[in-house]
């Protein structure tokens, strides 16, 4: 399956972006799906997962009331609503797909076989 995210951008402090993650070459339904992000010289983080059905998510902390992680298998495609933006989420964002035997939630970058190619959203202060 192959992912592209977008939806990033330039946005200032206390705005809202909402990314999206749209799956071509295969169908979502499967897959428990996540997003992360990269900051300039840091490590990827775990941000958001969310259950193949949508029935269980997982938000980082870090967003934890920001953010908003949403599936739509039908349309397959994911999405990250990203509200009260901060200085410090800019980042390159990555959607990922990822199987999880149990059928919940996948927090480690290492869990998740697929990947979007990234999209840049920065905030201004």
């Known amino acids: 399956v192959q992912l592209q995210a977008s939806g990033g951008g330039l946005v200032q402090a206390g705005g809202s972006l909402r990314l999206s993650c749209a799956a071509s070459g295969g169908t979502i339904r499967n897959y428990v799906m996540g997003w992360f992000r990269q900051a300039s010289g840091k490590e990827r983080e775990f941000v958001a997962s969310i259950s193949w059905n949508g029935g269980a998510t997982d938000i980082a902390d870090s967003v934890k009331g920001r953010f908003t992680i949403s599936r739509d298998n039908a349309k397959n495609t994911v999405y990250l609503q990203m509200d009260g933006l901060k200085f410090e989420d800019t980042a390159v964002y990555y959607c990922?797909?990822?199987?999880?035997?149990?059928?919940?939630?996948?927090?480690?970058?290492?869990?998740?076989?697929?990947w979007g190619q990234g999209t840049q959203v920065t905030v201004s202060s």
């Open positions: 990922a797909a990822g199987s999880s035997a149990w059928g919940g939630t996948l927090l480690l970058p290492s869990r998740y076989a697929y």
